[in-house]
Nanobody, 115 residues
């Protein structure tokens, strides 16, 4: 059974930082591309970043410079470092696993940026 467990969300002030984690089980993590997405209230889910099994990364243009995706294959975990957070970053953040011919989503973690 595939499980993706996001953690690290919470309430942060504007300008602050958070690091989200997504621990994967039930998949061959090393061979999976992994991604982060977010969904704000009333909006569609949007792409943030992706990291391939080989460690190559790509980002949504609007996320470049503030968000960094990384992975630790020894821990079956993908991370999203978020800096200089803004109120418009408030959303539920989701982890996505992309093994061959499948897609899996986590349950999400809430990030709220507010003073």
């Amino acid at each position: 059974q595939v499980q993706l467990a996001e953690s690290g969300g919470g309430l942060v002030q504007p300008g602050g930082s958070l690091r989200l984690s997504c621990a994967a089980s039930g998949i061959n993590f090393e061979t999976c591309d992994m991604g982060w997405y977010r969904q704000a209230p009333g909006k569609l889910r949007e792409f943030i970043a992706r990291i391939t099994s080989g460690g190559s990364t790509n980002y949504a243009d609007s996320m470049k410079g503030r968000f960094t995706i990384s992975r630790d294959n020894a821990k079956n975990t993908v991370y999203l470092q978020m800096n200089n957070l803004k109120p418009e970053d408030t959303a539920i953040y989701y982890c996505k696993a992309i093994p061959l011919n499948a897609v899996y989503w986590g349950q999400g973690t809430q990030v709220t940026v507010s003073s």
